[in-house]
């Protein structure tokens, strides 16, 4: 059974800290990604990495870093959290596309800041 | 850029009701077209896909037909369950001119069905 695992269910942060958010899968994927779903706006993309030590910016990656030293592991990090970062973060991956791309999701972290 | 408009929720029906959620996209070259649910508690899971116009893609009496002429591929199923409730996001994947493909996601549709 195919499983993205996202390390914190819930977290609660203050402000101005350094937050990181882990993600692993144990799909062999090569790209992963984290998104933010906010009530009334979806998912928006914050970054994405096709492949290890690779990546890219998504739609919304002001105030967050990436790093992925291995396959399997994608870290979102907050370098210095702000309540307009409270949300609920999601990680995705999927295979490399192949006309036919399809998403696994973890369960979601949803991070307060205070 | 790619984009993904969707039907604006909250959709509320009654058990066995037909369902439609609408969903229109626009995007460049040709894209695949996904839905995806979330129900409570949970990340989003596949519910079906289309990769090219006019194929239909369907899972769990859900169907959805990928209309190219309208760029549209709207949810439907006829007859909902109480179990159906959940949000519902449509998405599509492009390759874009430059950088690597991803997913574009609609605001997303709750759906709640009372019994």
């Known amino acids: 059974d195919v499983k993205v695992t996202q390390s914190s269910r819930y977290l609660v942060k203050r402000t101005g800290e350094k937050v990181f958010l882990e993600c692993v899968q144990d799909m062999d994927h090569e790209n992963m990604f984290w998104y933010r779903q906010d009530p009334g706006l979806g998912l928006r993309l914050i970054y994405f990495s096709y492949d290890v030590k690779m990546k890219e910016k998504g739609d919304i990656p002001e105030g967050y870093s990436v790093s992925r030293e291995k396959k399997e592991r994608f870290s979102l990090i907050l370098e210095s959290a702000s309540t307009n970062q409270t949300s609920m973060y999601l990680c995705?991956?999927?295979?490399?596309?192949?006309?036919?791309?399809?998403?696994?999701f973890g369960q979601g972290t949803r991070l307060t800041v205070v | 850029g790619n984009s993904v408009t969707q039907m604006e929720g909250p959709v509320t029906l009654s058990e066995e009701a037909f369902l439609t959620i609408n969903c229109t996209y626009t995007?460049?070259?040709?894209?695949?077209l996904f839905w995806y649910v979330q129900y409570p508690g949970e990340g989003l899971q596949l519910l079906l896909k289309?990769?090219?116009?006019?194929d239909k893609g369907s899972n769990k009496g859900f169907e959805a037909t990928y209309r190219k002429e309208t760029t549209s591929f709207h949810l439907e199923k006829g007859s909902v369950q109480v179990s159906d409730s959940a949000v519902y996001f449509c998405a599509l994947s492009a390759a874009p001119e430059f950088g690597n493909e991803k997913l574009t996601f609609g605001t997303g549709t709750r759906l709640t069905i009372i019994p």
């Open positions: 995705a991956s999927s295979l490399i596309w192949a006309g036919n791309t399809e998403a696994f």
């Open positions: 289309a990769t090219k116009a006019d």
């Open positions: 995007a460049t070259g040709y894209p695949s």
